[in-house]
């Protein structure tokens, strides 16, 4: 049996990267997905590649109403949801190239990462909680990011946001326990995970391989995380093995957040080594 045979579970920005990876690792376990986002054309290719498990709805996460509309058809169809995975999210950078530190930042541009990256995952914890209330019981995860945990200079937007989404989670996770509702609600936060997302940063000409070595080196494993490391954990976060798991933040990022990895000395010759 798979580890989410059974359940219902809806996954935001699940048109590419990692949601669409959450989406492939939930329906092999045995979920039914809903996959949802607004690049349509390529939501509904992934799902009918997922086969038969898989359905895509265009959902703008931004859009209360469309959050109401989105759960309305769930439920309808399905008569619960199990799973929420609030992946939808954007740097800020796609649709303003223009730099994003502390000084320069515009405020429409700060405006337009908040709305999709908080406003979107408050957006969609609220519409869980209403939906997963009568069982009393649901999985919601948040994807969050390194960027919300320690400063980024040249992305205050999107560290910001991302912040902010670490907290909510533990808010949510607290009102659920306070409220007698096995409702879970736990971060994941990825970092250096080569995704669609880190194109503006690497581009695609003979530097790219260049520029991702520069960025790997921030990482003491030395490489980018995948798509599917981050959807291993997300199923388990989802998954009942993980029922007293609530308001937890996980990083996924190869070791940064450790600290930095220094290679061992070597003794000195004729010197005794250490115990």
């Known amino acids: ?3 989410l045979d059974s359940k219902i579970a809806l996954v935001t920005g699940a048109a590419r990267g990692i949601g669409a990876a959450i989406a492939e690792a939930f329906v092999r376990e ?24 898989a359905t895509y709805r265009s959902l703008d996460v931004r859009d209360e109403a469309a959050w109401d509309r989105a759960i309305a058809e769930i439920i309808g169809r399905f008569g619960r949801l199990d799973a929420l995975v609030n992946c939808a999210g954007i740097t800020g950078f796609d649709e303003d190239p223009r730099p994003q530190d502390a000084e320069h930042c515009s405020l429409s541009t700060w405006h337009a990462v908040h709305r999709t990256n908080l406003d ?14 009568p069982a009393a019981r649901g999985s919601i995860v948040n994807i969050g990011s390194r960027s919300g945990v320690v400063g980024i200079p040249a992305a205050v937007a999107y560290a910001s946001s991302k912040a902010a989404v670490r907290n909510h989670t533990r ?61 291993a954990l997300v199923v388990h976060l989802a998954a009942d093995e993980s029922a007293y798991t609530t308001g937890a933040e996980f990083t996924v990022d190869g070791g940064m957040l450790a600290g930095t990895a220094v290679p061992p000395r070597r003794p000195a010759e004729g010197a005794d080594s250490a115990d």
């Open 1 to 3: 049996m798979g580890r």
């Open 120 to 133: 979107g995952v408050f957006l969609g914890c609220r519409a869980a909680i209403r939906a997963m209330r």
């Open 30 to 53: 045995g979920a039914s997905v809903v996959l949802a986002d607004i690049r349509d054309g390529l939501g509904a290719e992934v799902a009918a590649r997922l086969g038969a498990a």
């Open 171 to 231: 808010s949510v996770a607290l009102y659920c326990a306070e409220q007698g509702l096995a409702i879970r609600c736990n971060v994941v936060q990825p970092a250096a995970i080569l995704t669609p997302m880190w194109d503006p940063l690497l581009g695609d000409g003979g530097e790219r391989a260049a520029r991702i070595a520069e960025y790997c080196r921030d990482a003491p494993l030395g490489r980018f995380g995948t798509p599917e490391e981050v959807a």
